[in-house]
């Protein structure tokens, strides 16, 4: 179940957030996370102790790396080129930030991994969900033992696309057709969560190990920033985390 924190002013899932992860999706209430600021002083807030902020630069590729905590005494270390992360150090947040696109936090409790990853179009077209899960099970985990959150996302009802780009996904994902598409007035509608959902199905992941995030990023005004909604380059973003306390 994905629950909201009034006091932190973060959405979590309850399969995720235990004694020793600490995972969230944060609301626009906390501002804009491409500034730097805002995400040192929620963790500040918390009086979290952590080695460093890990933060992925995102550039809607599939690239997804390996995290091994360096030498560096930075505390706060972007990974660029870099749209999926993965790593078993503790001590390390891990943060993608979002505006539409859909955010995924991993864990896998056994292992004591955790990952985070960020899928556009693009990265729904690709797999990039499906390639973290191959990355997991590459580094030792176990299918059966990886828990995933979906988190804040654009949903159908806003996300229309022109018409070679259905035809892409169409190519790539037709057996899904009915489950992530519909037509409104003249244009398809995505589901990009529910297409991240369904790549981790076909992955082997259970269901009951995902958590499934119901609202829409640009409906939901209150809550969330969107891209789509901003009209502009320069929209405001959410952070998104987790960590190995
Ligand atoms: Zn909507």
């Not at 959405?11 to 500034?35: C, P, V, Y």
């Not at 870099?82 to 790593?87: E, F, V």
């Not at 973290?132 to 804040?152: D, R, V, Y």
């Not at 057709?177 to 790549?199: D, E, P």
Request: a positive charge; hydrophobic letters at 40%; proline letters at 2%.
């Amino acid at each position: 179940m994905i629950t909201y924190n009034p006091e932190l002013k973060i959405f979590h899932s309850t399969k995720i957030n235990d004694s020793q992860f600490f995972s969230g999706f944060g609301s626009r209430e906390l501002g804009d996370a491409r500034k730097i600021n805002n995400i040192i002083n929620f963790f500040a807030d918390q009086y979290l102790s952590y080695e460093k902020l890990v933060i992925l630069q995102q550039i809607h590729s599939t690239n997804i790396e390996v995290y091994q905590k360096l030498n560096k005494l930075d505390q706060i270390e972007k990974l660029e080129d870099t749209d999926g992360t993965i790593t078993n150090q503790p001590g390390i947040i891990l943060i993608v930030r979002n505006a539409d696109c859909v955010p995924l936090v991993f864990v896998d409790k056994l292992r004591g991994a955790i990952g985070i990853s960020h899928q556009g179009w693009r990265g729904s077209l690709k797999k990039l969900a499906s390639k973290m899960i191959k990355t997991f099970l590459n580094q030792g985990s176990k299918l059966e033992q990886l828990i995933c959150a979906i988190g804040p996302a654009i949903g159908a009802c806003c996300y229309d696309i022109d018409d070679d780009l259905y035809y892409n996904f169409q190519e790539e994902f037709e057996i899904y057709s009915t489950k992530i598409f519909f037509r409104k007035k003249g244009r398809w509608h995505l589901n990009l969560a529910q297409l991240n959902y369904l790549q981790l199905i076909e992955a082997g992941m259970k269901k009951e190990n995902i958590d499934f995030f119901p609202f829409c990023t640009k409906c939901d005004n209150k809550r969330f920033f969107s891209r789509r909604r901003s009209r502009s380059e320069n929209f405001e973003e959410m952070l998104n985390f987790i960590m190995k306390v």
